[in-house]
């Protein structure tokens, strides 16, 4: 991993509390240069630079002083499983998806991080969407990847699975953004594809990889699937 464990775990606690979006976190970052300088800062100090409010200093206060081990369980089932943890600041995290205004604070990458600096299209689309839609979806992501370029989509059923088979089946490259934790893959009758995507190109979620997910956190992959890509590729809303 890059960082040292210590470093991860006071990134964990520091993005666990309730407010500290993106925005907030480079305006912090801007001001300490580092997390443990904002780890370190005094109540006092947190509070004189108009980011934290009282309500999100005493929260912050009381993980400080709560038991590190959840945090380190993370830490340890990822390394275990060659999960790679990737902080907002970190440079391997990916500039584009930077620059939105909600960013994930963090990334969990399984797989092969290199492809986040290669050209990406993200290629979206209904669940239910046509077999004649998923068939031309198929082709195209086939010669997509046949190019170079990756192939970037959320992993549900339709369009998604379309668009990361056709990748596949060239021996391209291709990128699956989870809505829920990457030890609770969903839907589970992708388990295969999942698996394919693993050893063959990049599984990423913003979640510990225990999440079971929801549906506020599908929606949500949304933003790092566009984030993260040159360009996007809508195939098609839905069968009607």
């Known amino acids: 991993m890059e960082l040292k464990k210590e470093d991860l775990v006071q990134w964990l606690k520091l993005s666990s ?13 801007s001001i300490f240069s580092t997390v443990d300088s904002i780890y370190e800062a ?3 100090s947190l509070f004189s630079t108009r980011i934290f409010n009282k309500s999100m200093i005493d929260e912050y206060d009381s993980i400080k002083k709560k038991d590190s081990r959840y945090f380190e369980y993370i830490i340890d089932e990822c390394e275990n499983h060659k999960i790679q943890i990737i902080p907002f600041y970190s440079k391997r995290y990916p500039s584009k998806l930077k620059a939105m205004p909600d960013s994930p604070l963090t990334l969990f ?14 290629v979206v689309g209904s669940r239910e969407s046509s077999e004649e839609a998923k068939k031309w979806t198929f082709e195209n992501t086939q010669k997509i990847s046949q190019q170079g ?5 959320g992993g ?14 060239s021996n391209g490259k291709t990128i699956a953004i ?6 609770k893959l969903y839907p589970e009758e992708h388990r295969e594809l999942f698996d394919e995507i693993k050893h063959h190109g990049l599984l990423l979620s913003e979640h510990p990889p225990e999440y079971v997910g929801s549906r506020i956190s599908l929606l949500r992959r949304n933003r790092i699937i566009s984030g993260i890509s040159n360009c996007l590729l809508l195939v098609t809303s839905s069968t009607e």
């Open 156 to 169: 549900a059923k339709g369009i998604d699975y379309s668009a990361h088979r056709g990748a596949l089946s």
């Open 42 to 44: 005094s109540a006092e």
């Open 178 to 183: 989870i809505g829920s934790g990457l030890f």
């Open 149 to 153: 370029i990756t192939v970037v989509s």
């Open 109 to 122: 990458a399984w797989g092969d991080i290199e492809l986040l600096k290669t050209k990406k299209v993200a």
């Open 17 to 29: 509390v309730k407010g500290v979006g993106s925005s907030r976190m480079l305006k912090l970052l």
